[in-house]
C-alpha cells in the first residue's frame, strides 16, 4: 500500500507548537518547521535563505554597541543612534564622518534618541547621567541646565523616550527608573508619575492617547521569578488610569496597527519568553521562543512582520497578508555575538552588534548561508509495520548560477536515511528535481535542509517536498 506526505506552503508553516522541548518534534501541521536557523518564510510561496549582513559604509567610525536607533528619519536619509560615549549620525547607507558626528559623550552609556520639535534629544546613563540636546549644536547636559524644572535624571535604568501629547500639546515621555518624566518644549519633568517603589520601567509606548507603561516590581535579576505590571496614563492625571498585573518579567513594547504587543518571561518554562498582546485587560500569547528577552530598542516592524532579537537571532512573527494565518520563525542572524539595536528607518532593516571587540552597524543584504531547516519527524509505520520511502520530490523557483541545496532524509536515531544535492551546478535552470532512494525499511523519517554550501548572492527557494512510500 502506497501512502504520501506532501509538505505543502512551507514559508505558510514557521515552527511547530513547542517545537523546542523535543530533538525529534512531531506535532504540527506537515508544513511546520521542527527547528530551523536562519530561514526567510516571509514570502507567501516559499522558503529561502536568510538575508545576510553588509557593513554600512564608514562602519569603523562605530566603536560602540548602538541601542537606540531612530526609526523614522528626521530630516531625507538621515537618521541617529546611540550607543556608550556616541552618538552617531547616519544614511540608509553610510555612517556620518564629520566634524560633528560622531559625537562623543564622556563617560556616557548612551540610551535612546528621539526627534521632538524639530531637535534631537539623546538619553544616556553612566558616570554622568542624562539627556542631551542637538540642535545644530551640543548640550549634554541639557536637562540639568537649561529647561524649566531642569535636574538630574535616575542613573543605571533605561530611559527610552517617545513623542506623545496631552491635552493637546506636544510631549516628549520618558523612562526614569520607577517614574515617568516629560517636556512640553519648556517645562521639564522628571518626576511625573510614580510608579510604586521598586518599579523600574523597562519600556514605553504611545497609543490611543494613553502612555503605555511596561514595568518589573523588583530588579533581580537570573532564575528569579518577578511580577510585572502593564499601566495605562493620560499622561495628565496624578496617577494611572489601570494596571495590567503580569506574572513574569517584561520587555519591550510595540505598537503595530493599533494593537500593543509586549515581551514577557516565564523562567518556568523553557520556551519561556513570550510575544503577547493586550486584549481589553488580558495578556494574550501569540508566540513562545528561546533565547532572551529583546529591549525597547531591540524589536522593529519589516515585510509586515514584527521582528525582535533573541539571543543574537532574529525572529519574526506576524502573516505578511492580511489574508494568510501569522506564524512564527527564526529569521536572521544579528550579526556578532551581542545584539544591540534593530530599527528599519529607511525600509531595509539596520542591526548593531558586538564581540566586545569589533562594532558593527549593518543591513540586510544578500544572503546569508548558515541556514537549516528541519521538518517534523513523520511516523511512516502501518499497523505496527515498517515502510520504505521510495521516493522524494522537491518543487522550487528556477534555479540560478550559484543556487545550492543539500538535503538529509534522517530517522529518529539521528541516522541518515538518504542524502543528495539541489543545485544549478548538478540541474541546470530547472524548478523541480526528483530522487530515488535505497528502499530500506524505516518507522519514521524528516527532512534536514542545508543551505551553508550555497552562494550569498542566489538561493533555492523551495516551494514544497513530496514523499512517496510503501507500507509493506
Same mark, same amino acid.
Not at 517545537?19 to 504540527?28: A, D, R
Not at 562602519?59 to 536619509?77: E, F, R, W
Not at 558626528?101 to 564622556?106: L, Q
Not at 544578500?366 to 499497523?383: A, E, H, P, R, V
Given at each position: 500500500m502506497k501512502y504520501y506526505l506532501n509538505l505543502e506552503n512551507l514559508s505558510q508553516g514557521g515552527f511547530a507548537p513547542a517545537w523546542y522541548k523535543e530533538n525529534f518534534p512531531s506535532f504540527g501541521n506537515k508544513n511546520q518547521a521542527g527547528d530551523m536557523t536562519n530561514i526567510d518564510?516571509? $514570502?507567501?510561496?516559499?522558503? =529561502? =535563505?536568510?538575508?545576510?549582513?553588509?557593513n554600512l559604509t564608514n562602519n569603523g567610525l562605530v566603536t560602540t554597541l548602538i541601542k537606540g536607533i531612530l526609526g523614522a528619519p528626521s530630516t531625507t536619509d538621515t537618521?541617529?543612534?546611540?550607543?556608550?560615549? &556616541?552618538?552617531?549620525? @547616519?544614511?540608509?547607507?553610510?555612517?556620518? #564622518?564629520?566634524?560633528?558626528?560622531?559625537?562623543?559623550?564622556?563617560?556616557?552609556?548612551?540610551?535612546?534618541?528621539?526627534?521632538? =520639535?524639530? &531637535?534631537?534629544? !539623546?538619553?544616556? $546613563?553612566?558616570?554622568?547621567?542624562?539627556?542631551?540636546?542637538?540642535n545644530g549644536s551640543f548640550d549634554d547636559d541639557w536637562n540639568s541646565t537649561v529647561p524649566s524644572g531642569f535636574g538630574a535624571i535616575e542613573n543605571n535604568v533605561p530611559h527610552q523616550m517617545i513623542g506623545g501629547s496631552s491635552v493637546g500639546v506636544d510631549i516628549m515621555y520618558f523612562a526614569n527608573g520607577r517614574y515617568v518624566g516629560n517636556y512640553d518644549g519648556t517645562t521639564f519633568v522628571r518626576q511625573d508619575l510614580d510608579l510604586p517603589t521598586g518599579s523600574e520601567i523597562q519600556s514605553i509606548a504611545w497609543m490611543s492617547d494613553r502612555i503605555w507603561i511596561a514595568a518589573n516590581k523588583t530588579t533581580l535579576t537570573g532564575q528569579n521569578k518577578i511580577s510585572a505590571s502593564i499601566y495605562t496614563w493620560d499622561g495628565n492625571d496624578t496617577t494611572w488610569e489601570s494596571e495590567i498585573p503580569l506574572m513574569g518579567k517584561v520587555g519591550g513594547l510595540h505598537v503595530k496597527n493599533g494593537i500593543l504587543y509586549? @515581551? !514577557?518571561? *516565564?523562567?518556568?518554562?523553557?520556551?519561556?519568553?513570550?510575544?503577547?498582546?493586550? $486584549?481589553? #485587560?488580558?495578556?494574550?500569547?501569540?508566540?513562545?521562543?528561546?533565547?532572551?528577552?529583546?529591549?525597547?530598542?531591540?524589536?522593529? *516592524? !519589516?515585510? *509586515?512582520?514584527?521582528?525582535? #532579537?533573541?539571543?543574537?537571532?532574529? @525572529?519574526?512573527?506576524?502573516?505578511?497578508?492580511?489574508?494568510?494565518?501569522? /506564524?512564527?520563525?527564526?529569521?536572521?542572524?544579528?550579526?556578532?555575538?551581542?545584539?544591540?539595536?534593530?530599527?528599519?528607518? @529607511?525600509g531595509e532593516v539596520v542591526i548593531a552588534s558586538t564581540d566586545n571587540t569589533n562594532y558593527r552597524l549593518a543591513k540586510f543584504s544578500g544572503y546569508d548561508t548558515n541556514c537549516t531547516w528541519k521538518s517534523l519527524l513523520f511516523d511512516i509505520t502501518g499497523n505496527g509495520t515498517q515502510s520504505t520511502i521510495d521516493s522524494v520530490r522537491f518543487n522550487f523557483e528556477k534555479l540560478e548560477s550559484g543556487a545550492r541545496l543539500d538535503f538529509t532524509i534522517k530517522n529518529n536515531r539521528n541516522e541518515t536515511i538518504y542524502s543528495d544535492?539541489?543545485?544549478?551546478?548538478?540541474?541546470?535552470?530547472?524548478?523541480?528535481?526528483?530522487?530515488?532512494? #535505497?528502499?530500506? &525499511? =524505516?518507522?519514521?523519517? /524528516?527532512?534536514?535542509? *542545508? !543551505?551553508s554550501n550555497s552562494s550569498t548572492s542566489a538561493t533555492v527557494k523551495l516551494k514544497n517536498i513530496k514523499i512517496n512510500g510503501t507500507i509493506n
Amino acid at each position: 500500500m502506497k501512502y504520501y506526505l506532501n509538505l505543502e506552503n512551507l514559508s505558510q508553516g514557521g515552527f511547530a507548537p513547542a517545537w523546542y522541548k523535543e530533538n525529534f518534534p512531531s506535532f504540527g501541521n506537515k508544513n511546520q518547521a521542527g527547528d530551523m536557523t536562519n530561514i526567510d518564510c516571509t $514570502n507567501v510561496t516559499y522558503i =529561502q =535563505q536568510a538575508p545576510g549582513l553588509a557593513n554600512l559604509t564608514n562602519n569603523g567610525l562605530v566603536t560602540t554597541l548602538i541601542k537606540g536607533i531612530l526609526g523614522a528619519p528626521s530630516t531625507t536619509d538621515t537618521t541617529y543612534g546611540i550607543g556608550g560615549t &556616541k552618538l552617531y549620525q @547616519f544614511s540608509s547607507t553610510g555612517i556620518t #564622518n564629520s566634524a560633528v558626528f560622531p559625537h562623543t559623550i564622556a563617560g556616557a552609556t548612551g540610551e535612546d534618541v528621539c526627534w521632538f =520639535q524639530e &531637535k534631537l534629544y !539623546y538619553s544616556y $546613563n553612566g558616570t554622568t547621567c542624562g539627556i542631551g540636546l542637538y540642535n545644530g549644536s551640543f548640550d549634554d547636559d541639557w536637562n540639568s541646565t537649561v529647561p524649566s524644572g531642569f535636574g538630574a535624571i535616575e542613573n543605571n535604568v533605561p530611559h527610552q523616550m517617545i513623542g506623545g501629547s496631552s491635552v493637546g500639546v506636544d510631549i516628549m515621555y520618558f523612562a526614569n527608573g520607577r517614574y515617568v518624566g516629560n517636556y512640553d518644549g519648556t517645562t521639564f519633568v522628571r518626576q511625573d508619575l510614580d510608579l510604586p517603589t521598586g518599579s523600574e520601567i523597562q519600556s514605553i509606548a504611545w497609543m490611543s492617547d494613553r502612555i503605555w507603561i511596561a514595568a518589573n516590581k523588583t530588579t533581580l535579576t537570573g532564575q528569579n521569578k518577578i511580577s510585572a505590571s502593564i499601566y495605562t496614563w493620560d499622561g495628565n492625571d496624578t496617577t494611572w488610569e489601570s494596571e495590567i498585573p503580569l506574572m513574569g518579567k517584561v520587555g519591550g513594547l510595540h505598537v503595530k496597527n493599533g494593537i500593543l504587543y509586549l @515581551f !514577557y518571561q *516565564d523562567i518556568t518554562n523553557t520556551g519561556g519568553y513570550k510575544l503577547a498582546y493586550l $486584549n481589553g #485587560n488580558s495578556v494574550v500569547d501569540v508566540a513562545n521562543f528561546t533565547g532572551s528577552l529583546p529591549a525597547y530598542y531591540q524589536i522593529t *516592524d !519589516y515585510k *509586515d512582520f514584527i521582528i525582535w #532579537n533573541s539571543d543574537g537571532k532574529i @525572529f519574526a512573527f506576524g502573516s505578511g497578508d492580511k489574508d494568510l494565518p501569522p /506564524r512564527l520563525f527564526q529569521f536572521a542572524d544579528g550579526g556578532y555575538s551581542t545584539v544591540g539595536g534593530i530599527a528599519a528607518p @529607511f525600509g531595509e532593516v539596520v542591526i548593531a552588534s558586538t564581540d566586545n571587540t569589533n562594532y558593527r552597524l549593518a543591513k540586510f543584504s544578500g544572503y546569508d548561508t548558515n541556514c537549516t531547516w528541519k521538518s517534523l519527524l513523520f511516523d511512516i509505520t502501518g499497523n505496527g509495520t515498517q515502510s520504505t520511502i521510495d521516493s522524494v520530490r522537491f518543487n522550487f523557483e528556477k534555479l540560478e548560477s550559484g543556487a545550492r541545496l543539500d538535503f538529509t532524509i534522517k530517522n529518529n536515531r539521528n541516522e541518515t536515511i538518504y542524502s543528495d544535492t539541489i543545485s544549478y551546478e548538478k540541474l541546470g535552470a530547472v524548478s523541480t528535481a526528483y530522487y530515488l532512494l #535505497n528502499g530500506k &525499511k =524505516q518507522e519514521n523519517c /524528516r527532512i534536514e535542509l *542545508d !543551505y551553508s554550501n550555497s552562494s550569498t548572492s542566489a538561493t533555492v527557494k523551495l516551494k514544497n517536498i513530496k514523499i512517496n512510500g510503501t507500507i509493506n
